[in-house]
């Protein structure tokens, strides 16, 4: 009784372990074909600096808002 237990604890651990390695391997690929296929668009600097200034006085705005 205690070897089947034994077998079927191996078995089992087994069976967990590939099912892990299999879902980081297919995780990998996948981030490597999303990556490739549908990059991430890259923005200006100078377009991405303005958006920043104005969120930042929004959100400054806000909070004088809030306090008075």
């Excluded at 069976?15 to 892990?20: G, W």
């Excluded at 296929?37 to 890259?42: A, I, Q």
Aim: hydrophobic content about 65%; aromatic content about 8%; charged content about 10%.
């Amino acid at each position: 009784m205690i070897a089947q237990g034994l077998v079927l604890t191996v078995v089992g651990m087994t069976v967990v372990f590939l099912f892990l390695a299999l879902l980081v391997i297919l995780m990998t690929v996948l981030s490597a074909v999303v990556t490739r296929y549908f990059p991430e668009p890259v923005m200006d600097v100078a377009e991405s600096s303005g958006s920043k200034n104005a969120e930042i006085a929004a959100v400054i705005a806000a909070v004088k808002a809030y306090i008075s």
